[in-house]
DNA sequence: CATCTAGATTGATGTTCGTCGATGTAGTTA
DNA sequence: TAACTACATCGACGAACATCAATCTAGATG
């Protein structure tokens, strides 16, 4: 079975008509992405961030402050884990830019970063 | 300092005015989270997903496709990776829902689950 | 100065993840 | 039937991750 088979067979099978299409832009084996490797690494690394339970409640309870900041003496209860545990989450979700810090005295305080949520919002869309 | 130090603290340091806040809301140490437990450990899970430069590369090549579907024959050179590490990332975009796969003969199509997006979209909203 | 406190860092441990060669399986071809 | 093909699964390995006790650091207090 050589490519134009395979087009052919993709055709057929996918009981889908290709008029419009160029027969060799419907089966080429490399097309060009929509994101580059550098650009998948970056967002991949955002999203990571948000692939744990723990940061996402995190997360959640200083976006429930609607704008307003949360103390990190707070998070240690909201998330049941430890303060080491926790200092370490709350600095990938800094690194990641979704949080902003600012430490003041003794205690730290977060809030959300807004625009960097709606910049992976748009990544989905 | 008791807890109503800490609630004086943290107004003279965010330098911001409470009077329209209750005072206790302010400083409350548990405050009910938007996610709970379950909810978290979903959407980490769709998240996690996406936290993978060669998943988002996959999606974002299925994504280009424009709702048409993909052979799975493709995404090993569109990936660079070899057939097993494919299969093994397309099972976790399918499981994730993101992904719908088919399978029509000796090959496997798929396609985008666009209100799968959609959903984790409006979690970032 | 010495003491106390909130949070970061370190170090160690068990778990999960990405990767690919080898092999299994379902479907096609001759 | 036997040979071939596309994809899934298995098994093993090294890397990355989540977790927390212990410790360090910066700032406040006396």
Redesign the interface.
């Known amino acids: 079975m050589d490519f134009f088979d395979?087009c052919r067979?993709?055709v057929a099978?996918?009981n889908?008509t290709l008029q419009t299409l160029d027969p060799i832009a419907c089966?080429?084996?490399?097309?060009s992405?929509?994101?580059d490797?550098a650009q998948?690494?970056l967002?991949?690394?955002s999203?990571?961030a948000?692939?744990?339970?723990?940061?996402?409640?995190l997360l959640?309870?200083i976006?429930?402050a609607g704008g307003?900041?949360v103390?990190a003496?707070?998070l240690t209860?909201?998330s049941g884990r430890s303060q080491p545990t926790v200092s370490h989450h709350m600095k990938i979700l800094v690194d990641a830019g979704l949080v902003d810090r600012d430490k003041?005295?003794l205690?730290v305080?977060y809030r959300l970063v807004p625009s960097r949520?709606?910049a992976?919002?748009a990544v989905?869309?």
Request: charged share 25%; proline share 4%.
């Open positions: 395979h067979y993709s099978m996918a889908r089966c080429a084996p490399v097309r992405d929509v994101l490797e998948a690494v967002l991949a690394n999203f990571a948000l692939a744990d339970p723990i940061r996402l409640r959640s309870h976006a429930a307003a900041e103390c003496c707070d209860v909201v003041r005295g205690w305080w949520l709606d992976l919002r989905l869309g």
